[in-house]
Structures are given as C-alpha cells and as structure tokens.
C-alpha cells in the first residue's frame, strides 16, 4: 500500500503545485479569482497554462481535455494532444492560455432540449478555476462549463455555480446585518456517500438487461436475500477488499477525500462516502468517484452498478447528499451550538431551510426524479416520494416552544454507561438519526436522501442553493429595515417556523399511515417522474430562477424536455430488451426443456402401461398454460410499444403512456418469466440468476 501521505493529490494541479509552478504575481491573481471572483487576464492566463502543460508532462500525459457535464447526466470530453508543428517542421509541445479557457466541442449531439438544431453545431467549454484540474490516463483533465454558441446552459456545471454565488449574497447580506460583517463569502459544501452494487464481469456479460439497461428486467428470488441482514457492515470478501483498496489509492492521487468503505444491506452492495467538499469541487468529485469505480471493477474482473435499482426484492442503492452551508471565517452557519434555543443566527438559517424545503417541495423532487429511482422511492428502503424534515427530538422542542412561545428546558447531553468496567462512557449525542426521513438534519448538515446513486449531483444541489437563497433574501429584506435586527430576527423564526411547521415530521416515513397524514398537511405525493419533470415550467419556480439568475425560460423548458426524453428513451430500451430476451432466450430455452420433459416421459411410457407418468404430464401442462401466459404478454407489450408510436411529437403523453401502460406490462411480462425461471431446470435457463449475481463473487 502507498504512502497516504505521500500519494495524496499527487495527480492534481491543486494550489500546493501552483506555489511551486507558477511566479507569485500570478498565483496570486489566481487565488484572486477564486477567493473573489475577478477575472483572468490573457497573461495570467498563458502563464497558468504553461505551468499546467509542463506539470501534466511530467505526470506522463500528451493530451488535454476540457472536462465538461452535459445534460446527459455524466461526463463528457474530447482530448487534444500538446503537439504542434514548429518553424523547422518538427514537433513542438505547447498549450497557450487561450486553450485553456475556451475549447470547443459539437454542441448539437449533446441532448438541448431544442435549444439547438442538429445543424447548429458550435459550443463552448470555459474552464472553471475553482475545480482543479488533475492528470488520468495520460490526459490532462481541465474542469469547464459548456453553453451553446448562442449562450444557452447546456450543462449542469453553470448554474450549479451561479447557484453557490446567490446564496453567498444572500447570506453574507444577512450575517452583515446580524453584525458578522468580517464574513466575505459563504460556500456550500457536500459529502455524496455513493452506494453501489458489484457483479462478476463473466456473469454480467450473459445478462442482456444488465448491458442495455443496467438492471435486471428478469429474475426470480434466490432462497436469500437480505433478510438476515448479515450483509450490512459484514466482513469484506478478499476480492472486495481489493477492489476497494485499489479504488481508494486511485481516489486519493485525484485529492478525493474517499474516508469510509463498508458492505451495505444488500447482497453484493456497498458504500463508498468522501469528506465534504465545496459543492462545485464535490460534483466533480462524485462523477470522477463513479468513474473510478466502474474502470477499477473491471481491471478486477467486476462490473460495478450504479443503477438505483438493479435487483427486483432487495435494496436498490441511493446516493446521500450531505448539505452545509459555512463562511470564510470557518463558521458552519447550520452548527446549533450547546444552546440552539439561543442560538438567533443558527434559527434564522435553519428557518430559511425548512422554509425553502417547503415552499418547492416540487423543486427537490424533481431534483430526483428519474426512471431508475421510480423504483426505489418509496420502497421500504428509501424516503417515499413526499418531501419532509426531520430536526431531532430536542430541535423539534425548540420549534415548538418558539411557535408556542413557551419556555424550553434542555435536557443536555447524557452520558452512555454500558455496564461493564472495561468499555468507556461517552457522551450521547442530542437526538437520534431518522434514516427514513428525505431530508434530515444531522448535526450540523442536512442530508437529502431520495438520490438515486447514478444521479449527477449538481441539480439537487442547485435546487438547495437557490431555494435557500430566496428565502435568505426574504429575510434580509425584512431585516434591513428594522430598528432592532435581532428582534426582527426572532419574529422571522417565530413568523416562518409556524408557517413551515407542516415540513417537519420526526415519525417513520415508511409507514402508511404517514401517506395520509402529509396529504391532510397538504404536502405533494409525486409517485412518478413524469408528475415531477413537468415542474421545471410552473410559473413560480420559472419566477424564482429568473430573479436569481439560474436559467431562464427557455433553459427551463429545454430541461424538462430533455428529463422527458430521457426518461421515455429509458423505458423504451427496457421494453425492447424485454421482448428480445423473451423471445430469443427465454422461450427457446424453455421450449427445449419441455422437450427433453416430453421425450423422457415418452421413453418412461414405452416400458409399460402401467408406469404412473401423471407428474411428468401435470409438469408439461403446467409448462403449456404458462408459455401460452407468456407468449400473451409478450404480444401486449409488443402492441403496446407500437401504440406508443402515436405520441412521438408530444413527450410528456408518451411519458404518461408508459407510466399507465408499458411498465404494467413490463411488469405482467416479468411475472410469468420469473414463474417460468422457477420451474425450469437451472442448466436450461438462459441467464444466470439471482443467486449466482448475488452471492457468487
């Protein structure tokens, strides 16, 4: 095992190269830009890219790529080498400051939800300076944003850090009228625990679901599931143990702060989660981190899944946002202090949060909303599709006393004594976790839940950003023409913690009853994705990310259009996997154990008429009636598919057709199949199980 020490960032251009790399005028206009916004000159520039170009040479690399996320929802990038022809015709490395700021990439095969022509081919990439660029696989790697040649967003980088910006302002304004006026800046940091699941790559490669559409579309239950919960935190496999090894040695020379690795409830998952980052530098951080995981699965003979739901019957993997906001001066803004009923700075900013949680519950839905994690909201493993908060029994306490204005007594922290000499006491924390709870505070963060762990992170963090920065701006309104801030203060938490009261729900999401409960609070139920897309384009929100900045109409729309597509793309390559493998593996296969049934119960009835053959015959009848079942399905959703054709020009029909119609008969189609896997001999079925993805690793 390397040096931690030693290999840490080793494969990042990061601010301890720019020290040894770049002349002090110009790491200093650098950090310039970061710290304060300003913007580069064409000498900075050149400088900044001469040292990179030296510095990734040395890092054994010949090309470079603007790194960009388009609307795809992962990565993207197109590698230039440093070659040149010089004056005598040979070659010559450069990279001049030009390169480094602007690339650019076809902008038209990237999804822009009619933002741009197929014919309309120019776009641009614009490096971001606060994302350090780092060296991979002889390339060198530059963080950018991308927009079209007419100054559309058509990534998810962009707004995420026009975003951060507007909550800054919004909450630098307000801690300046609290009387913080040394706070200069506020940033939004993230911890993105990513859960995965990891497959034999032998296994794998004969499931045709898994290829085309990264779940299982097929598969009956193995004898074991989960239900032991022996998996969670078990002992990790040798195998596994590598793997991970690896891909933490590769996370760290990338200056991820990967901390924990652990195997998670289902069989064959498991959990990866990094320290906090900056939101901006934690988006790249999670994408690289999938990017990791899927090449070193492969170097081990693995496939990793990053599907939210690849295995019907157990736990589908979701990715944990840990949300804070902090300041310059190292303040975290969410941080309650010993005397959170005292604390006015930490109320009036846990108010702007619940306060933003509820008035766009829409917003946060959305923000996870997508075919694959239909699968798993709601499914007794993860948050349902109703947004709540969950604050901890003594901040609920607190709220109820300043709603109620009654006096709050605090118990204080206990202390654990475990019985026995030998173990230590230690201090109990104030309020348990709810690991039900959508959105919940824990501490001093708060940790969105519903993502799908194949989710580009950026937008659920957009949504945050700007959520809470409108209500921040509410409040610095309210404030600044106030006599007494701090009393002002206290009023907005009274006034807004009592009209927000209905978010909070410290009970068990999972349980029915609370279905009933947040419709009689008047909370949204959006169960599919298709209800949640189309909220990009409610008149409030276009309102809210106007004012502030974020997109406009037009990018707006072009979002919900292309979540749209995707998500009828999505299905359609399901179902036609589906009848593909129903019709040329599922029945062929079938069909031949039958046979084999039916000529052994010939060979048995030849010896004599008076062999019993009932059960052979009971088995081939049981055989026929669920052919025929199968071979019906199999017709419905061929003819569902070709109904589907009539909605082509309006994606938001289609989508609603496949939530009403092709996925019920996925759905029928499946059930038959997994009927059939059950009752056919293992060596005549097509695919390897459930038990040899799950438990042969």
């Given at each position: 095992?390397?040096?931690?020490?030693?290999i840490f960032?080793s494969?990042?251009?990061?601010?301890e190269?720019?020290?040894?790399?770049?002349?002090?005028p110009?790491?200093?206009?650098?950090k310039m830009?970061?710290d304060?916004?300003?913007?580069?000159?064409?000498?900075?520039?050149?400088?900044?890219?001469?040292a990179?170009?030296?510095?990734a040479?040395?890092?054994?690399?010949?090309?470079?790529?603007h790194?960009?996320?388009?609307?795809t929802?992962?990565?993207?990038?197109?590698?230039?080498?440093?070659i040149?022809?010089?004056?005598?015709g040979?070659?010559i490395l450069?990279f001049?400051?030009?390169?480094l700021i602007?690339?650019e990439?076809?902008?038209?095969?990237f999804?822009?939800?009619g933002?741009?022509?197929?014919f309309?081919a120019r776009g641009?990439?614009?490096?971001?300076?606060t994302?350090?660029?780092?060296?991979k696989?002889?390339?060198?790697?530059?963080?950018?944003?991308f927009c079209?040649?007419?100054?559309?967003?058509?990534?998810?980088?962009?707004?995420?850090?026009r975003?951060?910006?507007?909550?800054?302002d919004?909450a630098?304004?307000?801690?300046?009228?609290?009387?913080?006026?040394d706070?200069k800046?506020?940033a939004?940091?993230?911890?993105?625990?990513?859960?995965?699941?990891?497959?034999?790559?032998e296994?794998?490669?004969?499931?045709?679901?898994?290829i085309?559409?990264?779940r299982?579309?097929?598969?009956?239950?193995?004898?074991?599931?989960?239900e032991?919960?022996?998996?969670?935190?078990?002992?990790i496999k040798?195998?596994i143990?590598?793997?991970?090894?690896?891909?933490?040695?590769?996370?760290w020379?990338?200056?991820?702060?990967?901390?924990?690795?652990h195997?998670e409830v289902?069989?064959?998952?498991?959990?990866l989660a990094?320290?906090?980052?900056?939101?901006n530098?934690?988006?790249?951080?999670?994408?690289l981190t999938?990017?990791?995981?899927?090449q070193?699965?492969?170097r081990?003979?693995l496939v990793?899944l990053?599907?939210?739901?690849?295995?019907?019957?157990i736990?589908?993997?979701?990715?944990h946002?840990?949300?804070?906001?902090?300041?310059?001066?190292?303040?975290?803004l969410?941080s309650?202090g010993?005397?959170?009923?005292?604390n006015?700075?930490?109320?009036?900013?846990?108010a702007?949060v619940?306060?933003?949680?509820?008035d766009?519950q829409d917003?946060?839905?959305?923000a996870?909303?997508s075919?694959?994690?239909?699968?798993?909201?709601?499914?007794n493993?993860?948050?349902?599709?109703?947004i709540?908060?969950?604050?901890g029994?003594?901040?609920?306490?607190?709220?109820?006393s300043?709603?109620n204005e009654?006096?709050?007594?605090?118990?204080?922290?206990?202390?654990?004594e475990?019985?026995a000499?030998?173990l230590?006491?230690?201090?109990?924390?104030?309020?348990?976790?709810?690991?039900?709870?959508?959105?919940?505070?824990?501490?001093?963060?708060?940790?969105?839940?519903?993502?799908?762990?194949?989710?580009?992170?950026?937008?659920?963090?957009i949504?945050l950003?700007?959520?809470?920065?409108?209500?921040?701006?509410?409040?610095?309104?309210?404030?600044?023409?106030?006599d007494d801030?701090?009393?002002?203060?206290k009023?907005?938490?009274?006034?807004e913690?009592?009209?927000?009261?209905?978010?909070i729900?410290?009970?068990?999401?999972y349980?029915?009853?609370?279905?009933?409960?947040?419709?009689s609070?008047?909370?949204?139920n959006?169960?599919?994705?298709?209800?949640?897309?189309?909220?990009?384009t409610a008149d409030?929100?276009?309102a809210l990310?106007?004012?502030h900045?974020?997109f406009?109409?037009?990018?707006?729309?072009?979002?919900e259009?292309?979540l749209?597509?995707?998500y009828?793309k999505?299905?359609?390559?399901?179902?036609l996997?589906?009848l593909d493998m129903?019709k040329?593996?599922i029945?062929?296969?079938?069909f031949?154990?039958?046979?084999?049934i039916?000529?052994?119960?010939?060979?048995?009835?030849?010896?004599g008429?008076n062999?019993n053959?009932d059960?052979?015959?009971?088995?081939?009848?049981?055989?026929?009636?669920?052919l025929?079942?199968l071979?019906?399905k199999?017709d419905?959703?061929?003819?569902?598919?070709?109904?589907?054709?009539q909605?082509e020009?309006?994606?938001?029909?289609?989508?609603?057709?496949?939530?009403?119609?092709?996925?019920?008969?996925m759905?029928?189609?499946?059930?038959?199949a997994?009927?059939?896997?059950?009752?056919t001999a293992a060596?005549?079925?097509?695919?390897?199980?459930?038990?040899?993805?799950?438990f042969?690793?």
């Amino acid at each position: 095992m390397a040096n931690i020490q030693e290999i840490f960032g080793s494969k990042v251009f990061n601010e301890e190269v720019w020290a040894q790399k770049l002349p002090k005028p110009v790491y200093k206009s650098l950090k310039m830009t970061i710290d304060e916004g300003q913007p580069i000159s064409k000498e900075v520039a050149n400088a900044v890219a001469h040292a990179m170009k030296e510095w990734a040479i040395e890092q054994g690399c010949t090309h470079y790529t603007h790194w960009f996320q388009p609307m795809t929802g992962i990565t993207a990038e197109k590698h230039d080498s440093f070659i040149n022809i010089g004056k005598d015709g040979k070659a010559i490395l450069e990279f001049s400051g030009k390169e480094l700021i602007k690339g650019e990439p076809d902008a038209s095969s990237f999804p822009s939800g009619g933002i741009r022509a197929t014919f309309e081919a120019r776009g641009y990439t614009a490096w971001d300076p606060t994302s350090y660029a780092f060296a991979k696989d002889g390339t060198l790697y530059i963080p950018t944003a991308f927009c079209s040649y007419t100054g559309e967003v058509l990534d998810k980088k962009t707004p995420l850090l026009r975003s951060m910006e507007r909550l800054s302002d919004e909450a630098v304004k307000v801690l300046h009228l609290l009387g913080k006026t040394d706070v200069k800046k506020v940033a939004t940091t993230v911890g993105a625990e990513q859960e995965y699941f990891l497959v034999d790559k032998e296994q794998y490669e004969k499931r045709k679901d898994l290829i085309f559409a990264g779940r299982t579309l097929f598969g009956a239950k193995a004898p074991k599931g989960q239900e032991l919960e022996d998996h969670y935190f078990g002992t990790i496999k040798p195998r596994i143990a590598k793997f991970m090894a690896e891909v933490d040695e590769e996370l760290w020379k990338l200056g991820v702060f990967a901390k924990t690795k652990h195997n998670e409830v289902a069989p064959a998952q498991h959990e990866l989660a990094p320290i906090f980052a900056t939101a901006n530098l934690a988006v790249d951080q999670n994408q690289l981190t999938m990017i990791i995981l899927k090449q070193v699965a492969e170097r081990h003979g693995l496939v990793c899944l990053l599907h939210e739901k690849p295995f019907a019957g157990i736990n589908g993997s979701g990715k944990h946002n840990n949300w804070s906001i902090s300041t310059n001066t190292g303040e975290n803004l969410l941080s309650p202090g010993k005397k959170p009923y005292e604390n006015v700075q930490f109320l009036l900013f846990l108010a702007a949060v619940l306060k933003a949680v509820d008035d766009y519950q829409d917003l946060l839905r959305l923000a996870v909303a997508s075919a694959g994690n239909d699968h798993r909201l709601g499914a007794n493993e993860a948050p349902p599709a109703i947004i709540s908060a969950f604050i901890g029994a003594e901040l609920g306490a607190v709220v109820e006393s300043i709603i109620n204005e009654t006096d709050f007594v605090s118990e204080g922290r206990k202390t654990f004594e475990l019985g026995a000499a030998v173990l230590p006491e230690f201090r109990k924390d104030t309020t348990d976790r709810n690991r039900t709870s959508p959105f919940a505070f824990t501490g001093n963060k708060f940790e969105f839940r519903m993502l799908g762990s194949a989710l580009n992170i950026a937008c659920p963090n957009i949504m945050l950003n700007t959520t809470v920065a409108e209500s921040l701006a509410q409040f610095a309104a309210k404030l600044e023409g106030a006599d007494d801030v701090i009393k002002a203060a206290k009023a907005i938490i009274k006034e807004e913690l009592t009209a927000h009261q209905r978010i909070i729900f410290n009970g068990n999401n999972y349980a029915a009853e609370w279905v009933t409960e947040a419709e009689s609070r008047g909370l949204l139920n959006m169960r599919t994705s298709p209800e949640a897309f189309v909220c990009y384009t409610a008149d409030k929100n276009v309102a809210l990310f106007e004012k502030h900045k974020i997109f406009t109409k037009e990018e707006l729309a072009a979002r919900e259009e292309i979540l749209l597509e995707n998500y009828n793309k999505s299905l359609n390559i399901e179902a036609l996997t589906m009848l593909d493998m129903a019709k040329k593996d599922i029945l062929p296969a079938v069909f031949s154990y039958i046979g084999k049934i039916t000529k052994t119960t010939a060979a048995v009835k030849a010896l004599g008429d008076n062999i019993n053959v009932d059960t052979q015959l009971s088995l081939i009848e049981t055989f026929s009636k669920l052919l025929a079942c199968l071979s019906k399905k199999i017709d419905t959703l061929d003819a569902a598919l070709v109904d589907a054709a009539q909605y082509e020009d309006d994606s938001k029909a289609l989508a609603n057709f496949y939530v009403s119609t092709i996925i019920p008969a996925m759905g029928e189609l499946r059930a038959v199949a997994d009927e059939l896997e059950i009752n056919t001999a293992a060596k005549y079925w097509p695919m390897p199980s459930y038990g040899d993805l799950l438990f042969r690793i």
